[in-house]
């Protein structure tokens, strides 16, 4: 079947479609024909697949300057029964960055429904509907009068498109693509393979930073496996600028699993949990990851039967994180077997019919010895009564600790609009409430903390986000989209004074080439500022 490669109009359908062969690609169109003030842009659209952007782009002064009214979709959201809308701003760099966004009530978010979007502009202020429903309002007045538009990633169909406004002169359209992006492809090797998947991020000393990547043909993120796959290792010198590979192939399958931290200056430890055997293992390489010592156990103290390791239930390490004073923070998962099955045609959509609840155990000699877990939601209806059992609802748990000593913790949530957050003020002991985060977000989110105290976690949705904190995580900005595809699945640490490095694969099953991306990125008071834009 022949794709089209170009913009399609539909007159006898008032539909318009973006080209069917760059589903997976950034596409918009734009009306340099007509420059308007004072505009009044509204349409109805479709997402017909699990995950992408669709929006109404205005005030375009080229096509990397604009404001852009839209609509996100990613999976997550419709096992929560989620809708966001946005309004966003682009600036050349690459990145959209969010002025507002709002969980929007009463929308469905059915892959096959036609919604309608509308966004009016009065002087500065910008207000969007999605579906009827008033949602974000904003003021901004970096743009004055533009040039109207659509846009978008992945698929979508756009109908009934109505563009009413002041028309202003304005200067000449300014041909050409000035979108830019803020990643760089430190391995355009296909020899390889044509897949790249990234491992994480270590930073063995001040002046080298390594990556495993897992690199496969005719394969995808969920069809990996040690015959069409294999490990190599890659190294930056230069804190993420440029990357080297120094071994590989290695089977896949001699790679320790867990989770993988640096202890000491070019020692790393590999650690994982085993419940059916009651003990964690560690193994330790000295060789940049080439090479490990055999597995090691690692004790369990106090009595984890009482609230985890008993029948029926299943027990999974999903987050890991060394504390700044040595110490090893664990999340337990917990959950209990057959409740998701019972239900009768249970699907993603089916409603909260999963309970993972987050527990945390803590380690102080490196992994030899581990405490009894303590539930990171303390839910005590009132002073002095017995916490009730934690929230459920945790999935992959991204952790970090401040400079001044508090831990936090989000969680992307199974079946649930918002992400899950909660803190802890004593090293890990004991944890406040679990609360609704104010945004969503998936595919195992990575958060680090920087040297001055900021906040910056990466998620999937919408597109690749950064959301930024600069108070230790009381207030979050509305995200930033750093770059467009629909994934994470990635790794970031700190490489520099709050310059951070984050790596993600291009996609994880839709296209092919699928190439390992890496930002680096400078946290700011007024947030995140690309250092790779072009």
Avoid at 9 to 34: C, F, G, N, S
Avoid at 109 to 127: A, T
Avoid at 529 to 534: F, G, I, S, T
């Amino acid at each position: 079947m022949a794709f089209s490669n170009r913009w399609e109009l539909l007159p006898d359908l008032q539909e318009i479609r973006p080209p069917a062969a760059e589903y997976w690609v950034h596409t918009m169109a734009i009306r340099t024909d007509i420059c308007l003030a004072e505009e009044t842009i509204q349409c109805e659209c479709q997402q017909p697949i699990h995950g992408g952007l669709v929006g109404i782009i205005f005030g375009a002064q080229d096509s990397g300057h604009y404001y852009y009214a839209y609509v996100p979709v990613w999976g997550q959201l419709w096992r929560a029964r989620a809708f966001y809308a946005a309004i966003a701003i682009a600036d050349g760099s690459g990145y959209l960055r969010n002025l507002g966004m709002e969980l929007m009530p009463n929308v469905p978010g059915h892959w096959n429904v036609w919604r309608s979007l509308k966004v009016q502009r009065r002087g500065n202020e910008i207000q969007m509907w999605v579906g009827g429903v008033r949602g974000p309002c904003v003021r901004d007045d970096t743009y004055g009068a533009g040039r109207p538009g659509v846009g978008g990633f992945s698929k979508y169909k756009i109908r009934n498109l109505k563009i009413d406004g002041k028309a202003v002169p304005g200067p000449a359209w300014k041909a050409g693509d000035f979108r830019g992006h803020a990643w760089l492809q430190p391995i355009s090797d296909l020899t390889l393979g044509d897949f790249q998947a990234p491992g994480p991020l270590l930073k063995l000393s001040d002046d080298e930073v390594i990556m495993p990547v897992r690199i496969g043909r005719d394969s995808g993120c969920h069809r990996l496996n040690a015959e069409n796959s294999a490990l190599y290792f890659y190294h930056s010198h230069d804190a993420g600028r440029s990357w080297s590979q120094y071994a590989g192939p290695i089977r896949s399958t001699d790679r320790p699993p867990g989770a993988w931290l640096v202890l000491d200056p070019g020692v790393i430890r590999a650690t994982s949990f085993d419940p059916d055997h009651r003990r964690f293992l560690y193994q330790d390489s000295t060789d940049k990851g080439l090479t490990w010592t055999e597995p090691e156990s690692g004790r369990l103290l106090g009595d984890w039967t009482r609230d985890i390791l008993r029948e029926k239930t299943w027990n999974g390490l999903f987050g890991f994180r060394q504390l700044n004073d040595g110490t090893l923070l664990a999340v337990i998962l917990h959950g209990y077997e057959g409740i998701y099955d019972a239900i009768p045609r249970k699907g993603q959509g089916t409603w909260g019919t999963e309970v993972a609840q987050p527990y945390c155990t803590l380690s102080r000699d490196r992994g030899l010895t581990w405490s009894e877990p303590v539930p990171m939601d303390n839910a005590a209806l009132n002073d002095g009564d017995t916490p009730d059992s934690p929230c459920g609802g945790f999935s992959e748990t991204a952790v970090a600790q401040l400079p001044g000593g508090r831990i936090v913790a989000l969680a992307r949530p199974f079946r649930s609009p918002f992400m899950w957050q909660t803190q802890s003020e004593d090293g890990g002991k004991t944890w406040r409430q679990a609360c609704y985060a104010p945004f969503s977000g998936a595919g195992g989110p990575q958060m680090v903390a920087t040297r001055s105290g900021y906040l910056a976690i990466i998620t999937r949705g919408p597109g690749l986000c950064l959301h930024f904190s600069s108070d230790e995580g009381v207030n979050w900005d509305y995200g930033t989209v750093i770059d467009f595809p629909d994934v994470f699945n990635g790794s970031a640490i700190e490489v520099e004074p709050d310059v951070i490095l984050v790596v993600y694969p291009q996609s994880m099953d839709e296209i092919r080439p699928s190439f390992v991306r890496v930002q680096r990125i400078r946290l700011t008071a007024r947030g995140p500022v690309p250092l790779n834009a072009d």
